[in-house]
């Protein structure tokens, strides 16, 4: 793989909780970008959203970190990074995306000497078709970070089921405008297992078992998350980013 | 929590076409399991019977590797076991007869089982010394023999409708003896097969229809074909069976054309009788 780009993908969600499904985009996503013939993957991470993101049903931040570090125990590339979720207030996605890209340059520079421009891995997002959906919903993001994100960095899409990604960058001008950084993978396999069923069957009592890894399913056992209780948490609460006013930059 | 009426054991009939890879269909026994919780019965037990060679599908792998897989995915399990009664038998055998023998052999263990059956688990060492745990929980040892159910998608009904893949006696006695639950998916209509079906509809309240709401389509054809082309099949299967696939060199091009000029060996045997 000389001569290849070498690329970092980056999962920001609220994986609550992390499942198969999740781990399955890092798979795809490696395999897609390797098959470009232009990047070489070297890493993965997800990063949970902190829990003032004040989503509906979202568990504490330190058991969605738990069990994704419980989960991705056995994987040899992809890690848990909790910067994100341990900064005061809701993170957008942007700022968690400049973090990492500023340290993982930082890390190279440090290793090598004398460093190559080139060589430094280049960060992009991942992510399932359903969140190209969310930059049309108002008010949930900047237009100058959807250009940062999509511009800068670029977006390695998953599909999945019926969501159709080309069909939402074809609606939007900004994301029409940078489609050759926004990589399609499609997912053939018709898999719509979310973690919103496995919490639903988790409130009804029903078995998970082969959705998530043992070692999670014990850790919710343990823990008795995933109740009648944890999914109206914040009801009433109104989404992070719809309230946050950033001046930041 | 109520206790159930009746104990019943599951039978997953390891059908080549579909079932070589485990991971969906244990997804399928833990769904059946609930409905089947549901409606007050308790779901004893769980079978995986792989096919025998002998079917002769196209890209049927060795029976020593798929019973071997079925082993490395289902060792997590404390009611899903692996029998190789099918697999080792000299030619292809029907459904009704597998089925047929794991109904006889389950009337003789709970007959036999007077000082055995308590709530703990049974250990009964099977074949190349693999330990299976027979998680049988009976309340009452001379409680009834559990019911023995055909665990299946909804393909494999509407495969009855294939002429020259079942004998007419046999649906009759898989449906009507002893019962089928079948997963089906969301947007496909079971019923209306069934009743579309004489014999199908004359047994159907031995026909459990457990509908699977989320779609979750890994097929072994899907995973077989990444692993040919080098695409990554983990989360897919469980770690232990990837393993085995690479250690293997398992699912190739070479492996997929095995059988390919073979016809079923249903299709054989009931064309040439016929």
């Known amino acids: 793989m000389a001569g290849r780009i070498p690329l970092v993908l980056l999962a920001c969600g609220s994986f609550n909780p992390i499942t198969h499904q999740h781990m399955r985009l890092f798979e795809l996503a490696r395999d897609h970008m390797h098959q470009t013939g232009l990047y070489r993957v070297v890493g993965g991470i997800v990063s949970p959203v902190g829990d003032d993101y004040g989503k509906q049903g979202l568990v504490a931040s330190k058991h969605r970190l738990a069990m994704a570090r419980l989960a991705l125990q056995s994987s040899d590339w992809v890690s848990v990074d909790d910067w994100e979720s341990q900064q005061e207030d809701w993170t957008e996605t942007v700022v968690t995306m400049r973090y990492h890209n500023d340290r993982i340059a930082a890390q190279y520079h440090s290793s090598k000497d004398p460093p190559t421009v080139s060589d430094v891995p280049q960060l992009k997002l991942l992510c399932g078709a359903d969140f190209m959906d969310t930059f049309k919903v108002p008010d949930l993001w900047r237009d100058d970070h959807v250009e940062e994100v999509v511009g800068r960095f670029g977006l390695v899409c998953v599909s999945r089921g019926s969501l159709q990604p080309d069909r939402a960058i074809h609606e939007s001008d900004l994301l029409s405008r940078h489609r050759q950084r926004i990589f399609l993978v499609r997912e053939w396999v018709h898999n719509e297992i979310s973690a919103t069923e496995v919490r639903r069957a988790l409130r009804r009592g029903q078995s998970v078992k082969y959705l998530l890894p043992d070692s999670v399913i014990d850790y919710i056992r343990e823990h008795n998350l995933y109740t009648q209780d944890s999914e109206i948490k914040n009801k009433d609460v109104k989404l992070r980013p719809l309230t946050k006013q950033t001046i930041q930059d | ?274």
């Not at chain 2, 009664?85 to 023998?101: D, G, I, N, Y």
């Not at chain 2, 393993?243 to 492996?255: F, K, N, T, V």
Request: hydrophobic share 35%; charged share 25%; glycine share 4%.
């Open chain 2, 1 to 274: 929590m109520s206790m159930a009426t009746s104990n019943w054991q599951l039978f997953g009939y390891q059908h080549s076409l579909q079932y070589r890879f485990l991971f969906n269909r244990r997804k399928k026994f833990i769904q059946v399991w609930n409905n089947m919780r549901m409606r007050r019965y308790r779901v004893v037990k769980g079978i995986i019977s792989p096919v025998g060679d002998g079917y002769k599908k196209k890209g049927l792998i060795e029976a020593c590797h798929r019973l071997e897989m079925a082993r490395l995915a289902t060792l997590n399990s404390d009611w899903i076991t692996v029998d190789d009664w099918e697999s080792q038998q000299l030619e292809w055998v029907e459904t009704a007869k597998v089925v047929r023998h794991h109904a006889e052999h389950i009337s003789s263990e709970n007959n036999n089982d007077e000082v055995d059956t308590v709530r703990c688990g049974k250990r009964r060492k099977l074949g190349q010394n693999t330990i299976i745990c027979q998680s049988s929980s009976y309340i009452n040892p001379k409680e009834d023999t559990p019911h023995l159910n055909l665990l299946c998608g909804a393909d494999v009904l509407e495969s009855f409708g294939v002429p020259n893949l079942w004998k007419p006696e046999d649906i009759e006695e898989i449906v009507g003896r002893y019962g089928v639950a079948c997963i089906t998916r969301y947007g496909s209509d079971p019923e209306k097969f069934i009743n579309q079906s004489d014999v199908l509809y004359k047994h159907r309240k031995n026909i459990h229809m457990v509908r699977e709401w989320v779609t979750n389509e890994i097929s072994a054809t899907h995973v077989r074909r990444a692993l040919r082309r080098g695409q990554s099949v983990r989360y897919l299967l469980p770690d232990p069976v990837v393993r085995y696939i690479q250690e293997h060199s398992l699912y190739s091009a070479e492996s997929e054309q095995k059988n390919a000029d073979a016809v079923l060996a249903p299709l054989q045997r009931y064309t040439s009788t016929n």
